[in-house]
């Protein structure tokens, strides 16, 4: 068996291994969706809003760069993701932080039979933090097992980021998509004035800021989506949240029980549909939600009968169409994880141009997210609050 | 068909495409060697030496480093190409540009179905500019007209450099070119006297600076070169040239009727050869010539039938013997795009240390060239002043 | 014949080939083992030593960042090595050397047919410094010949450092092996101060510092392994030393007959074993070695018959069990090259927290060790002290 040296570990609850995974508020790691409560959220996209405001000028940029320039990152992505990698990359780089990479999945270490484990700190003898997508799904938290027995006995050890495990987790996105959203929530306009707020409230009185209160509805493919999971769990933090899943009638690609007992013992309203264009007490979903969330139907983990079924399928009922992108309100921010598929066309290219559209948005603010997480690891929020108090110095003098 | 929201502006005429290109004199994108006017040759390669010359010394090199340092490249090289990749490398390092890259054909959001346009506007969300070669000769300018809607409509946009295009366009290529040979043509010695040009006059007593007025010799694969192409389209704009074309009997590699038309068009006097040893006039054209130009048979490019033709063939009418180089003028500068082929040995070893071989200068030149293209379009030239001024200013104290 | 042009040079001895890689005590290439001499390792684990120390300390790593930040690496590896090239990487990002690679074997001029040659030079157009790892054994020597040649033109030149040439030489593996065993034979604690060695000289009476008057066990696959040969010969330089060389009865596994002449010739006392539990003059050998050097049995080059005399054969007698390690002395170092293999596990993972176990040390040291060489190569020793200097007088003030 893999990792069977942290066996016992790997079976317990969430919570008891999040404890492990954070020191007195510090995050050491980010295995696990479930790190993201609702404390981490609120200090990590103040991070990541403070850091994009700083990247805007060049001297500050600068500054920024200069805060972790004497680390250097390891990226280990032996599961392929342009995106995710990209966005790490361009993540230490804001911070000044050297990359360095291993993508191919053989690496020559492998061929010399040499343990997952040996390559792990072989890494971590070179590199200050270890940012990792892997296929086996318990290989980052094992790795964090590892890295905290050398912290307990005073040997080097370094941070693990979890890039993507399995079909299992991947919190970064998950944290992309809420600082997203936190954005969106506030309402405000370009100029970051309260106007935009007190203009909506006279026509839905009902509206406030933040994630509590509202409405989400997620569509495409829902049982495969790790980033549903992981949004749909993040969300179910705060009060008051009802949720609409729109999927396919196929048993892969619906709500599985395990989420939806989640969410159910969290109080969140939970609902199934099988096309957008679904009546809720009797009125449209897309009339009520406030936030949509589209996804891709992920054709790659198809099996050959789940392929055949999809084929012969309609999938315009999952189609965001200029049509029903008119139903949404005014302010309904549209995600999407992307890639989306071109062929499919789950969200038209006639939606880009659409203010609501988020999802260009949205790979920008994950750069700036997986930031914020980097500052957070490293504990650099302090150096930060200097440049912002030099940066303002200098501005009013 | 691919790239059909772009129809009609792929099909319009290079003039009215190189407008969409520039704003007031300062490109946004490089996409054709059409660009390269006398204007912005005269302005880049001033750029250039600039920049040589900083790089010189640790505190000025140190210097050019943080001009683009808050700014990150992407190298999208799709298809693929070592010597422009590190060529480009180089110069993003010299500004100190970060750089990151995607080399592989078949990314794996191509694999979930994403549309070449989303993955674009994905880079542009994390990245300052992008830098792409591909084997699709439209792709390129399909993306600078995306960047330039985004533009128009105030969204994010970034600058495209086309690194070559499929056997269409690779503007950069003719850029370093054009500027070894405005450097061969200042006629300097090392120390950049005039002495050197002076001494030339007593013995050519027509010899002028500059592009105008001279006779420049093609020889190799001159219907496949791009290289070819751009160079001759680009020094088509000055007074008074000849251009000697020399390639083999084959349909494929000798000059073709576009070229040749165009030429004619600007008042260029083009004559073709079958061997370097040609004579023009009464004389050999060699001892006539001003710039000679080598190339590579492009045997990757062959189709079985070429690669039977060329078997049979005898190619040593394209080699530059020794023998044949003794009849250039003292001053003619030889070029070969580069790689050259070890097997055809069109420009045999024997002839590196002479003088006048400007090949090994012309890939670091490639480097100069292109860091001069970056710090345009960024906009830098006046930082740039900054430093030679302040550099100065020590050194003088 | 491959690198016909430089048959004559790549004929002579190693001690005429040396003369050539350093001009007056300066490394100008490091190619060979041969070129570490008592001299240049005093000086490389110096060099070491202070560059590991000045990282420590945010403001002296980032002075140390600035040292070759105006320099331009070329990591060169057509023979894959994971572990090699990210400490290459990492000591190049020590000094601020920014990092460019070429990995794959079949690089795109290759198919052009460009000749390895033109690609060297073509590299040192662009960058300062090859760092290059090849299947052929002659190639990194060959290069060092073409720049020297250019170097005597005075044209452009750049060093060549081998990370592993063939089966032939890995010099920095070497170094960074003498460096942890440099380190191991102060016999310091941690804080640095002379208790230890005094405590060790109460129960150890003829106890020595250095490498001189010290017994070394090698063990495993002492034929085929490169370090084995380049560390024996390098410690074959210090006085009155013994080697025991433990390795299974296969003719390719066993010490050759080349290295057991050289060893005697420089008056080492050599003896051979087939397992760790032989005595030697009626003591375990375990009980007498100053240094264990433990190796991994490489698969990857064997015969099917060889492969088939393993797969029978009784590893056992070459695992570092824990009974086996409690023989050795209380300070006697373990060192492995690594990989280790995870299925003969010459060394269990239950050695890993043993004090002595230095193998991932060992890692952390070749970043060190390459960084010195750097360092040195570029002639920045005076820099560095000025950082020190620096340094030290902000602490004291």
């Known amino acids: 068996m893999e990792f069977a040296q942290y066996h016992d570990r790997l079976q317990r609850t969430a919570a008891e291994k999040n404890s492990e ?22 200090l990590l996209c103040d991070l990541a809003d403070r850091i994009r405001l700083l990247s805007r000028e060049k001297a500050t940029a600068a500054a920024l760069q200069t805060l972790l320039s004497h680390r250097r990152a390891m990226l280990y992505f032996t599961q392929p993701s342009t995106r995710t990698f990209l966005s790490f ?51 980052a938290e094992a790795c964090s097992y590892l ?23 991947h ?20 100029e970051g004035s309260g106007q935009r707020f007190a203009d909506l409230k006279t026509r839905h009185p009902d509206l406030t800021k ?18 549903v999971r992981s949004l749909a769990t993040a969300l179910s933090q705060y009060e008051n949240t009802t949720m609409h899943f729109v999927a396919p009638d196929v048993a892969a ?11 159910a013992k969290r109080n969140v309203s939970v609902f199934e549909h099988e096309t957008l264009d679904s009546d809720f007490q009797g009125r449209s979903v897309l009339s009520q939600t406030d936030c949509l969330y589209m996804t891709r139907i992920q054709r790659e983990h ?22 029903r992108a008119s139903k949404l309100k005014e302010y309904t921010p549209i995600l999407h994880p992307f890639p989306r598929d071109s062929q499919v066309q789950e969200i038209p290219e006639a939606i880009d141009l659409d203010p609501r559209a988020m ?13 914020a997480l980097l500052a957070h690891i490293f504990g650099v929020a302090e150096e930060l609050e200097e440049i912002e108090t030099h940066s303002h110095g200098r501005k009013t003098i």
Not at 21 to 42: K, Y
Not at 253 to 263: E, G, M
């Open 171 to 190: 919190p970064t996105q998950a944290l992309l998509d809420i600082y997203t959203l936190k954005r969106s929530f506030r309402f405000q306009d370009r």
């Open 147 to 169: 890295m905290n027995d050398l912290r307990r006995e005073e040997r080097r050890w370094v941070p693990i980021i979890n890039a993507g495990s399995g079909s299992d987790e």
């Open 359 to 371: 999802y260009f948005r949205q790979a920008r603010n994950g750069m700036w997210a997986r930031a």
């Open 253 to 263: 690609l619906r709500l599985d029980s395990q989420l939806r007992d989640q969410l």
């Open 21 to 42: 995974f954070a020191d007195n508020g510090q995050l050491l790691h980010l295995i696990n969706g479930g790190q993201l409560t609702p404390n981490s959220i609120d």
């Open 302 to 323: 198809n099996s050959a009968d789940d392929e055949n079924r999809l084929e012969e399928m309609d999938l315009s009922p999952f189609q965001l169409t200029p049509e």
């Open 210 to 227: 933040g994630f509590a209160h509202k409405t989400y509805t997620f569509c495409g493919d829902i049982g495969r989506g790790r980033t």
């Open 89 to 139: 990359m361009a993540a230490c780089q804001i911070l000044g932080l050297t990359c360095n990479e291993v993508r191919d999945p053989k690496t020559s270490s492998e061929v010399k039979r040499e343990s997952r484990m040996d390559a792990i700190r072989m890494f971590s003898s070179y590199f200050d933090v270890i940012i990792m997508r892997s296929p086996l799904s318990s290989f």
